[in-house]
């Protein structure tokens, strides 16, 4: 059986809040194995964050995965949250260096952790969480290589990551390199592909452009001229994301990833077509 999990991002209006607390009504009778919530640089995103894993924990049944990264914070910043995290029952957080507001080049605070590595080390010293980190098929923007990405993967393992969630891919065989350049490098902690059904393939381009992820010429052409009809961008999106995701299990993938932007419809249609997660038919995945 299939395991799913889904991503989340802290609302930043009442309208977005209401968004939000419908997408998980909707996906949570799938039942993930967790779900995780996004964690931005600045003082009010991340007071967002720590409210909404906390409604996660005391209004839901799911298990929330929290994000952590170390811009612009101190250690002793840092370490705080991951206490606070603590107390409120979380026992689950996707470490993350994270990007600079500004999106320029990675600085670390002058009292802070160097980076993802040593902030893995700190939540593994302290105990009591299961760790996540980051992976990237289609390597980093500031990587060197793939292979430098890989390196960075074993050593955030070594200090102590348990999983690792991918960044969302559309070229599906990517996945595939990169699962057999992970096994090739000895790595067998559980690689999670991660899946971005959505409707607005523009937003999408932009998100891909930012992220370095590419963008097949035949996904563009499927979107082409649909800026005004967004019922056949929803098919194309459904039809998409399950092809994408039908593939890699039939290719041995035990968990899926799926970065919901808050949007739920998309997402349950796809778990519910290929029968994973809680509220489901049995069906075989051919």
């Avoid at 452009?209 to 499927?222: F, I, K």
């Amino acid at each position: 059986m299939t395991g799913i999990s889904f991503e989340f991002f802290p609302p930043k209006s009442t309208e977005a809040e209401e968004k939000l607390w419908r997408s998980v009504e909707r996906l949570e009778p799938l039942a993930p194995d967790f779900v995780s919530v996004t964690y931005g640089a600045g003082g009010s995103t991340r007071d967002r964050t720590h409210a909404c894993v906390r409604r996660l924990v005391d209004e839901t049944g799911l298990q929330p995965a929290a994000h952590l990264t170390c811009v612009a914070a101190s250690r002793a910043e840092v370490d705080g949250v991951v206490e606070a995290y603590a107390e409120a029952g979380i026992s689950h957080i996707v470490a993350l260096r994270g990007d600079m507001p500004d999106m320029g080049g990675f600085e670390p605070h002058a009292e802070g952790y160097e980076g993802s590595v040593e902030l893995v080390e700190a939540i593994s010293a302290r105990g009591g969480f299961d760790i996540t980190v980051s992976a990237y098929p289609e390597k980093h923007p500031e990587s060197r290589s793939l292979e430098d990405d890989i390196d960075l993967l074993k050593a955030k393992i070594d200090a102590g990551a348990t999983r690792a969630i991918t960044q969302f891919v559309f070229d599906t065989p990517a996945h595939l390199r990169f699962r057999d350049a992970v096994a090739a490098a000895g790595i067998s902690i559980p690689i999670i592909p991660g899946i971005m059904p959505t409707t607005n393939f523009a937003g999408a381009r932009r998100m891909a452009a930012a992220c370095g992820t590419a963008v097949p010429d035949w996904l563009s052409a499927a979107y082409e001229g649909l800026d005004d009809d967004l019922e056949t961008r929803k098919h194309i999106a459904a039809s998409i994301a399950t092809d994408q995701c039908r593939t890699l299990i039939n290719e041995g993938f035990e968990y899926l990833h799926f970065y919901t932007l808050n949007q739920a419809d998309l997402t349950f249609a796809v778990c519910r077509i290929l029968g994973l997660g809680g509220d489901r038919q049995e069906s075989d995945v051919v």
